[in-house]
T-cell receptor, first 115, second 111 residues
Framework: DTEVTQTPKHLVMGMTNKKSLKCEQHMGHRAMYWYKQKAKKPPELMFV???????INESVPSRFSPECPNSSLLNLHLHALQPEDSALYLC??????????????FGPGTRLTVT | SQQGEEDPQALSIQEGENATMNCSYK?????LQWYRQNSGRGLVHLILIRSNEREKHSGRLRVTLDTSKKSSSLLITASRAADTASYFCATAHTGGFKTIFGAGTRLFVKA
């Protein structure tokens, strides 16, 4: 199984809502990533978890809160978002190894619209 | 600024022609990867080339790496309409986890 799944596919939320994005993989990967991608732009790294510990936080606003409850699951909790946070949110996973990157497997993304 | 800059930004070719995309980066790397993204979907890993490699092939893909010029190129031979997508180079830092994507090349292959 080389699939990364993400739910929901689409999400519309108001600025006062609280919602969560979910990502799951069963490839035994111990590194998991969240990216944000605006239209016609490359993905921008937000967070990286390695062995369920937060390894990288790219100075992301606190209204985005990641969580890695176990080695297969990655969540992104959203609260008090702004309209400019509307984007495609991509989850990825890979084998972890320091000093060298491995290929990342991406999920299909969650299209988020903040109204 | 982004690590990887790509050119051209957009490329339109006829089916059967070759497509070449270039990527430049700024700092030293362990490896460079290329990904494809169909419109509004997840990225798919195409090929990885290590810093001690100069050229690598995978099917219709040929990647070159010039570490002295800090640049890489992706060649797709005998293109097909299904190759229509955005192509990104990516470099990794901070122990391999911090991945930075180039601006991307949007390829359109006309049938």
């Amino acid at each position: 199984d080389t699939e990364v799944t993400q739910t929901p596919k689409h999400l519309v939320m108001g600025m006062t809502n609280k919602k969560s994005l979910k990502c799951e993989q069963h490839m035994g990967h111990r590194a998991m990533y969240w990216y944000k991608q605006k239209a016609k732009k490359p993905p921008e790294l937000m967070f990286v978890y390695s062995y369920e510990k937060l390894s990288i936080n790219e100075s992301v606003p606190s209204r985005f809160s990641p969580e890695c409850p176990n080695s297969s699951l990655l969540n992104l909790h959203l609260h008090a978002l702004q309209p400019e946070d509307s984007a495609l949110y991509l989850c990825a996973s890979s084998l972890p190894r320091t000093g060298e990157s491995y290929e990342q497997y991406f999920g299909p993304g969650t299209r988020l619209t903040v109204t | 600024s982004q690590q990887g800059e790509e050119d051209p930004q957009a490329l339109s070719i006829q089916e059967g022609e070759n497509a070449t995309m270039n990527c430049s980066y700024k700092t030293s790397i362990n490896n460079l990867q290329w990904y494809r993204q169909n419109s509004g979907r997840g990225l798919v890993h195409l090929i990885l080339i290590r810093s001690n490699e100069r050229e690598k092939h995978s099917g219709r893909l040929r990647v070159t790496l010039d570490t002295s010029k800090k640049s890489s190129s992706l060649l797709i031979t005998a293109s097909r309409a299904a190759d229509t997508a955005s192509y990104f180079c990516a470099t990794a830092h901070t122990g391999g986890f911090k991945t930075i994507f180039g601006a991307g090349t949007r390829l359109f292959v006309k049938a």
